[in-house]
């Protein structure tokens, strides 16, 4: 496996050992938006919702 060009001067193992860090850090959830705060204000949601409910319920219903 080669060094990434953007990261000249990191090695591989460095790298690796970044991302591991990251992989077993305690997660936490951030900008998260609850679904009623999503729908209340805008309609657009809505919109999206009715639209992929009814192409689903097309694909369903012709296959």
């Known amino acids: 496996m080669e060094e ?7 090695s591989n193992q460095e ?3 970044y991302y591991k860090v990251d992989l077993y850090s305690r997660m936490q959830i951030t900008l998260y938006t ?3 705060e999503m729908t209340e204000e805008d309609p657009g949601p809505w919109e ?4 992929c409910q009814g192409i689903l319920y097309e694909y369903l219903y012709n296959t």
Do not use: A, E, M, T
């Not at 990434?4 to 990191?10: A, E, L, P, R």
């Open 4 to 10: 990434i060009d953007y990261f000249k001067g990191v």
């Open 15 to 17: 790298f690796i050992d």
């Open 34 to 36: 609850y679904p009623n």
């Open 48 to 51: 999206h919702l009715n639209r």
